[in-house]
T-cell receptor, first 113, second 113 residues
Framework: DTAVSQTPKYLVTQMGNDKSIKCEQNLGHDTMYWYKQDSKKFLKIMFSYNNKELIINETVPNRFSPKSPDKAHLNLHINSLELGDSAVYFC????????????FGQGTRLTVV | AQSVTQPDIHITVSEGASLELRCNYSYGATPYLFWYVQSPGQGLQLLLKYFSGDTLVQGIKGFEAEFKRSQSSFNLRKPSVHWSDAAEYFCAVVHRNTDKLIFGTGTRLQVFP
């Protein structure tokens, strides 16, 4: 009964490829997020969605496109992968805003070679 | 610029010793404050949070944190560390007018037997 689940857990791919990471939450939360954790463990928000509507879109290359088919899912599609995209990507959800608590998935370690 | 500072990149303690991890923030008003823990290869788990009221908050796993407005600090403490506490600890804030969870750079805790 994983609350926030991401697939895949590991992803190794070549430069220039297009890949997707999927995220699902079964907590009934309205808000979902994508965070990027770099090699120095620094965590930075990329996107947030509330009830399928984009709320936060940080300065992220437009090669990154989030998609929320419903409020329980927030997928991340990345086009034309670059070496610098290698990182751990975390999905998270919260009831309606971060004024409560964010629940994180296990992360997806993306390695671009 | 709004920021969260964790001055200690790496801390090593002996099992049974007390622990204090430092966190300072720079915001115009008191934000919402959080401490998260990340075990190796895992997602982030919330230890505790402060929104208002009593400035000493209790969390899970025997952790507590104290909010000090005068020092813009929210330090995490534990009276007796266990070997299983070895992990990366992140302080985070949410500004009350936004929905962004801003993380500090993290403190890696190592515990020796």
């Amino acid at each position: 009964d994983t609350a926030v689940s991401q697939t895949p857990k590991y992803l190794v791919t070549q430069m220039g490829n297009d890949k997707s990471i999927k995220c699902e939450q079964n907590l009934g939360h309205d808000t979902m997020y994508w965070y990027k954790q770099d090699s120095k463990k620094f965590l930075k928000i990329m996107f947030s969605y509330n009830n399928k509507e984009l709320i936060i879109n940080e300065t992220v290359p437009n090669r990154f496109s989030p998609k929320s088919p419903d409020k329980a899912h927030l997928n991340l599609h990345i086009n034309s992968l670059e070496l610098g995209d290698s990182a751990v990507y975390f999905c998270a959800s919260s009831p309606y805003s971060l004024n409560t608590e964010a629940f994180f998935g296990q992360g997806t370690r993306l390695t671009v070679v | 610029a709004q920021s969260v500072t964790q001055p200690d990149i790496h801390i090593t303690v002996s099992e049974g010793a007390s622990l204090e991890l430092r966190c300072n923030y720079s915001y115009g008003a008191t934000p919402y404050l959080f401490w998260y823990v990340q075990s190796p290869g895992q997602g982030l788990q919330l230890l505790l949070k402060y929104f208002s009221g009593d400035t000493l908050v209790q969390g899970i796993k025997g952790f507590e944190a104290e909010f000090k407005r005068s020092q813009s600090s929210f330090n995490l403490r534990k009276p007796s560390v266990h070997w299983s506490d070895a992990a990366e600890y992140f302080c985070a804030v949410v500004h009350r007018n936004t929905d962004k969870l801003i993380f500090g750079t993290g403190t890696r805790l190592q515990v020796f037997p």
